[in-house]
């Protein structure tokens, strides 16, 4: 299996950009899909964004058009690229990764967005 190591998060003003990272050791080789999920208190985890291995992504429509997925050229890396942030993006964001017979989870990092 994988370890996701996730970082980047932090606070930043309504309209500003973070960039998260999640980091993927272990069989690397076994993830066809990477991608970030985002869940606020009380409310269900929604997927954002995903990248498979053939660098094909897609957004959930709350995000298309601010958000970017992309991952470094040897797949261990996923980056989520986050502009125009609104206060709404507000959540704890988890990295995962699919491998078709498990899923894996990272740790979760804090984005909160002041308004």
């Known amino acids: 299996q994988v370890q996701l190591v996730e970082s980047g998060g932090g606070v930043v003003q309504a309209g500003g950009s973070l960039r998260l990272s999640c980091a993927a050791s272990?069989?690397?080789?076994?993830?066809?899909?990477m991608g970030w999920h985002r869940q606020v208190p009380g409310k269900q985890r929604e997927l954002i964004a995903a990248?498979?291995?053939?660098?094909?992504?897609n957004y959930a429509d709350s995000v298309k058009g601010r958000f970017t997925i992309s991952r470094d050229n040897v797949r261990t890396t996923v980056y989520l690229q986050m502009n125009s942030l609104k206060p709404e993006d507000t959540a704890v964001y988890y990295c995962?990764?699919?491998?078709?017979?498990?899923?894996?989870w990272g740790q979760g990092t804090q984005v909160t967005v002041s308004s």
């Open positions: 990248i498979n291995s053939g660098g094909n992504s």
């Open positions: 272990g069989s690397v080789s076994s993830v066809n899909v």
């Open positions: 995962y990764a699919n491998s078709g017979l498990y899923t894996k």
